[in-house]
């Protein structure tokens, strides 16, 4: 009866599993993980320029944003004169508000692509930027940069 | 005493020669919970297609919805207080700010020399692969873009004309 038990129970006994090559695995996963990882993510922009044959320059629209220290004013929309906007107050409701004219010099043209930025030298890069994500998301793509005289 | 002890260890030392040699075994499974859980992190963050460019120190990339990436490309930093190119100092930014010139001559050497590296690198390799004149492009979210329409005009006498400017996904 007794050695009858003790068979029993030496039957149960669980086995342990070998951790080693999972371990292996994951040490040698870890490290390569590791080096192509990024914790901030950093995107790329697209970025035109006059005369390298951006989608700017085949555009049959001639769309260019005026981008200053107080105001965004949207040039060279055929038959259309765009009041400028001032920045100076809300600039979140001046990119709303450019945001939308852009949308509808789109819907007008949609065959368009690109838009010509024309940045006045103290605008800081932030705000570039900031215009040039409004262009790209009404549908234009790349913007080319252009600097305005002082 | 002394007898007691003697008789205890003799049973002792009998005890241990008829019992199997201990095998010394590694409790692993908490660590393998570790590791799971750093691989899955991993994994989220892992880039995959194209090149990891991480923020250079001390420069605060602007926001952008733009979700591209990159191609292997050397990188030109625009920081607050200095101008580095492929990590190393250029010239300050001050410098630059209060430079009526367009074109910057020490970019433009650095630059110059990073060309020639790239183009003999090629050459002694073999390859066919021509000079594309790709630059990544990282400047903090304050410059001036008098500063950024400087830098760029300098590459492109250099002949870096496809420029990608590096922005923080929002």
Known sequence: MSIRKKKRGAATEPEELNLLPLMSLFVALVPALLYSAVFVPVSALGLDFPGTGGAATESPLALAVRLTDVAYAVEGVPDSVYAPISRDADPAGARTELRAQLDGIHARYPASGGAILVVSPQVPYRDVVQ???EVREAGFGNSTLLGAAE | MRRYLTVTGMRERKRRSTEA????RLQLTSLIDIFTVLLLFLLKSLVVGGAVVSPFPG???PPSSSTASFKESPVVVVAKNQIVVDGEAVCPTDEVTQSTELKVTALEQAL???RQKTESLAERAGSSRKFEGKLILQADETIPF??????MYTSQTVGFYDITLAVIQK
Do not use: F, G
Request: net charge neutral; aromatic share 0%; hydrophobic share 70%.
């Open chain 1, 131 to 133: 215009v040039m994500d």
């Open chain 2, 21 to 24: 040699p201990v095998i010394a």
């Open chain 2, 59 to 61: 420069v605060s990339l």
């Open chain 2, 112 to 114: 110059a020399a990073v």
């Open chain 2, 146 to 151: 008098h500063v950024l329409q400087k830098v």
